[in-house]
């Protein structure tokens, strides 16, 4: 990491090698990032017993610690068109981290954890984590990014989404997916290709037995002609008629 910094720093380059180097660098710095979230993770379930001020706080300081080495090194040996990037980058780290470890967990990856969606207070104390966090970057990038930046990226748009909808009753998630899987009936009537799916097929005969088992399993799906708003993720059904 360190050798990759000084790369960074030194480098000469524009364009796309530059920032080839800058998403190589901040990919090291993940690890870390994401272990910091997983403890405000754990924290969110103490929401209820202390004001959210204190909490919020304590449950981000080990994120800014590191914030606020990585931003002195950033300052101090980058000139600005490295240290845009750099910003830029970490943030979109940030909230892709946010995302997959609190907001919208992918559960085969949680077979050992609980499952555990967010309440309305949760949510909301996510929401201000994140305004701290962006005024933070603005303020600690020695001005080379301005708070609307940050908030016109499509991953904050789209958390900001995301977590309104945590908020919206059982019913209104009901309606909304209902008229979504309609709108895709619509679509896929204009389309020749819907996409691609790979499945695996096994049919087994058990000695002496008349019936016969089927199992399908959906291997892949890959360029789904999915028109969503991106509240709900797609989805492949199977149908077995016969």
């Not at 929401?47 to 706080?57: H, M, N, P, T, Y």
């Not at 946010?98 to 559960?107: A, G, K, R, V």
Request: glycine share 2%.
């Amino acid at each position: 990491q360190i050798n990759l910094f000084k790369a960074v720093v030194s480098t000469q380059s524009t364009g796309e090698t530059r920032n080839n180097l800058v998403v190589e660098l901040v990919d090291h710095l993940r690890g870390h990032i994401e272990n910091s979230i997983r403890w405000i993770k754990a924290d969110l379930r103490n929401v209820k017993s202390k004001k959210d001020e204190d909490i919020l706080l304590e449950m981000i300081s080990p994120l800014l610690m590191y914030y606020d080495q990585i931003f002195d090194k950033f300052v101090k040996n980058c000139y600005e068109a490295v240290r845009k990037p750099l910003v830029r980058n970490t943030w979109k780290v940030t909230l892709k981290a946010f995302e997959e470890i609190i907001i919208l967990p992918d559960i085969n990856s949680m077979a050992h954890e609980e499952v555990q969606e967010l309440n309305n207070r949760q949510s909301l104390m996510v929401e201000n984590i994140l305004n701290y966090l962006k005024n933070y970057f603005t303020d600690n990038s020695d001005n080379c990014t301005k708070a609307k930046s940050l908030e016109k990226m499509s991953e904050m748009k789209h958390l900001r989404k995301v977590l309104s909808d945590y908020r919206l009753t059982t019913d209104t998630l009901i309606k909304n997916f209902v008229n979504n899987a309609e709108s895709q009936n619509w679509y896929a009537e204009q389309e020749d290709s819907l996409g691609e799916l790979q499945l695996q097929v096994d049919l087994f005969s058990p000695p002496g037995q008349e019936h016969h088992d089927l199992t399908v399993k959906v291997v892949s799906a890959s360029r789904l002609n999915w028109n969503t708003t991106k509240m709900f993720k797609p989805f492949v059904e199977v149908n077995l008629i016969g």
